[in-house]
């Protein structure tokens, strides 16, 4: 499965944005989709995740409140909404294929190329 992250861009804290994951090859349905993020000189870490069925989601705790997954299968498409941005929440956002719904990083085996959010504040 290939993935294309888009819909990043500069949004001042407080702002919303909307992130999606298209996928190509091997549909969604196949697989557990995951939003990660990197900061500068900061790890990868998780941020959402939702399962092949779109019946399960999970969220890092940063974000729990004002993020959400989501998916359309008949776009093969998974989105994270973005609310109550911070300029923490900065950082280069990943979307993620795994054959197991999880959190770990080392799960996923496919990856897209990033898209950069910046959050001003």
């Known amino acids: 499965v290939q993935l294309q992250a888009s819909g990043g861009g500069l949004v001042q804290a407080g702002g919303s944005l909307r992130l999606s994951c298209a996928a190509s090859?091997?549909?969604?349905?196949?697989?557990?989709i995951g939003w990660f993020r990197q900061a500068p000189g900061k790890e990868r870490e998780f941020v959402a995740g939702?399962?092949?069925?779109?019946?399960?989601?999970n969220y890092a705790g940063s974000v729990k409140g004002r993020f959400t997954i989501s998916g359309d299968n008949a776009k093969n498409t998974v989105y994270l909404q973005m609310n109550s941005l911070k300029a923490e929440d900065t950082a280069v956002y990943y979307c993620?294929?795994?054959?197991?719904?999880?959190?770990?990083?080392?799960?996923?085996?496919?990856w897209g190329q990033g898209t950069l959010v910046t959050v001003s504040s």
């Open positions: 939702i399962s092949r069925s779109g019946g399960r989601t």
């Open positions: 993620a294929a795994s054959r197991s719904f999880g959190t770990m990083s080392y799960l996923y085996g496919y």
């Open positions: 090859g091997r549909t969604f349905s196949t697989y557990h």
